[in-house]
């Protein structure tokens, strides 16, 4: 059994990985060049996403004759499909829930940036202004308001209990998930207008599929309050972005917190940049201080279930996102 481990740049400590499992062949690369080496008699690749590039992609769809299943260390492969997806056949398994705990963090704090209005207190203290009447009106706490999250994965999850520590309503708009007691209400996305239209808050955080790519559209920002704020720490795509420009500019929603974008590194013509209620990250969302052993320890429990050919976690369903 032949595991490639593509460790793009930094390299993760392993050793611990390769005592476990003495009986794989081991071999660490970085880069398309390093992969195409040694991808022929490969069984099993474990990466990062951004590693998936579309030179890699050529390497593994011309030459992994023997490949059976990739692991991503990241959740999102929608960019590993984009740069060329997968020989057929191939199991895909990601780390989803991973970084939950950064992105939901950073997530909110876009959202506070934007209700307790820091940017302008930011202006203020640069101006040496004590803007503390001018803004006393235009700091909005979220106690009690209502935050609809689109997505009940578990950055969903996670991110709904820390709407209930600010003691916010949660709705989710989610195909399986039930109310419990964190979340209040459910819809499915059939009736997902009700719950945006009733959001003081909207957070995506919903996997870019054929069926969620620009689901939130100018039919979303019209039902939406114009005092909503919209955060986004998924992907780019799930919003219309030449819409979510329109809704801003037009003061159909409040603010928008956006940490993905549809063009990545977004480039300095897009409109985003210069409206002051946007806030804009650069896909940073899931940074935050923390060992690789959970990551690993993922990949472990799933390469010891590979070895003992039973079903593997984690699994994503790649070929229905190819649309």
């Known amino acids: 059994m032949k595991v490639m481990l593509h460790q793009r740049g930094r390299r993760i400590d392993t050793d611990d990985l ?21 991808i022929a008699d490969t069984d099993v690749l474990c990466l990062n996403t951004l590693a998936y590039n579309a030179d890699l992609a050529k390497v593994v769809m011309g030459s992994a004759k023997k490949l ?29 829930g991973l970084r939950a705990p950064n992105l939901t963090d950073h997530a909110f704090g876009m959202l506070l940036f934007m209700a307790r209005n820091f940017r302008r207190l930011e202006e203020a203290r640069r ?60 819809f499915p996305r059939e009736r997902a207008k009700e719950a945006f239209a009733a959001a003081d808050a909207v957070l995506i955080a919903v996997p870019s599929e054929p069926d969620t790519r620009g689901f939130v559209n100018a039919e979303v920002f019209n039902v939406m309050k114009k005092t909503a704020f919209l955060v986004n720490v998924s992907r780019g795509d799930i919003i219309n972005e030449a819409d979510l420009i329109a809704a801003l500019k037009a003061g159909a929603i409040a603010g928008a917190g956006i940490d993905v974008m549809v063009k990545e590194p977004m480039p300095p013509e897009n409109e985003l940049w210069s409206l002051d209620n946007a806030f804009i990250a650069p896909h940073v969302g899931g940074a935050g201080t923390h060992s690789d052993e959970p990551m690993l320890r993922i990949f472990a429990e799933n390469l010891r279930l590979f070895l003992d050919s039973q079903p593997l976690r984690n699994l994503v369903d790649w070929p229905t996102m190819m649309g």
Request: net charge negative.
């Open 18 to 38: 390769r005592k476990s499992f003495p009986e794989v062949d081991w071999v660490e690369v970085d880069g398309p060049e390093g992969a195409a080496a040694d």
């Open 68 to 96: 059976k299943w990739i692991h991503f260390t990241t959740s999102g492969i929608d960019g590993a499909i984009h740069a060329g997806g997968f020989p057929a056949g191939v199991t895909v398994t990601n780390s989803a």
């Open 127 to 186: 101006e040496k202004y004590w803007a503390r009447d001018d803004l006393w009106e235009k700091i909005i706490g979220l106690d009690g308001l209502t935050m609809t999250i689109f997505g009940m994965g578990a950055i969903g999850q996670v991110a709904a209990r820390k709407a209930k520590a600010f003691n916010m309503k949660v709705l989710g708009i989610s195909r399986t998930y039930k109310p419990d007691h964190m979340v209040d209400s459910v």
